[in-house]
């Protein structure tokens, strides 16, 4: 059975001390969570050591938002995953649309990526996802294979098995606009089909995929009750403890 992850994104927002006191409300919470469901947070690189030292311990699992792919060296204001292991992260965000887009990162740099971050016992969230005009063109399917298939080049069956892939259509996220249930379900099942064909039907039932875009405490059961939506990704919602308890709880 696939377990359900909900992760929330808290991208360039806290500063370490309101960072704190929100994990420290959703660790409180985690104690009295009886759902079988996983609780991750990806918060800025500030903030990592800070809450590690919170969830530590706890059911809440702690993430970045993105790294680099080499350990180390003259990469001015870059990250390597070597330093995220060393404070102790889980997690690690791979190819959202943001860094796709604002800071064009192609599907070979997420590549690179990903396997950095498996070699250092990180599991990565590949985030794939289209933008409106590609669904109005509808190459929406076309567009996230290419993303599946090329962030994934060279990743083995049992690497995938530590993989986590993340559906975020592009027109969907902080736009308020939400892919209906059933939009998402077509979309997850269809990137499900995508890995059976690379990697075989048992990798690919395994395979937790989440939906992120504009999830909310209204809208969170009704996005998780289709089958092959495996929890979600969430991003303005779960910088406000009770919105993000809500979804949790779904």
């Keep these: 059975m696939r377990r359900p992850l909900i992760a929330g ?12 006191a929100l994990a420290k409300g959703l660790v409180d919470f985690s104690k009295t969570l009886n759902k079988d469901r996983d609780i991750l947070i990806c918060v800025p690189f500030t903030a990592l050591y800070a809450i590690k030292q919170v969830v530590d311990g706890s059911k809440v699992r702690l993430g970045a938002q993105n790294m680099y792919f080499e350990e180390k060296g003259a990469f001015t204001g870059e990250i390597s995953p070597v330093m995220l292991q060393d404070i102790g992260v889980d997690y690690v965000l791979i190819g959202h649309s943001e860094r796709r887009q604002y800071f064009n990162e192609t599907d070979e740099l997420l590549n690179k990526k990903i396997k950095a971050a498996l070699s250092h016992n990180l599991k990565p969230i590949l985030c794939v996802g289209e933008t409106l005009e590609q669904r109005e063109k509808k190459i929406e ?4 294979k290419k993303q599946i298939v090329n962030g994934l080049l060279g990743i083995s069956a049992d690497e995938m098995k530590k993989i986590t892939v993340a559906y975020e259509p592009i027109w969907a996220i902080g736009t308020g606009k939400t892919a209906t249930s059933e939009q998402a379900q077509e979309m997850i099942l269809y990137i499900r089909n995508i890995l059976k064909d690379i990697y075989g039907e048992e990798i690919s039932d395994n395979t937790i995929i989440q939906y992120g875009g504009s999830v909310k405490g209204q809208n969170a059961s ?29």
């Design 9 to 20: 994104n808290w991208k360039m927002n806290t500063t370490i001390n309101e960072g704190v």
């Design 141 to 144: 399917k076309e567009t996230i």
């Design 222 to 250: 009704e996005i998780m009750s289709k089958s092959d939506i495996d929890g979600a990704l969430v991003g303005g919602a779960s910088l406000k403890l009770e919105d993000f308890i809500q979804i949790i709880s779904y």
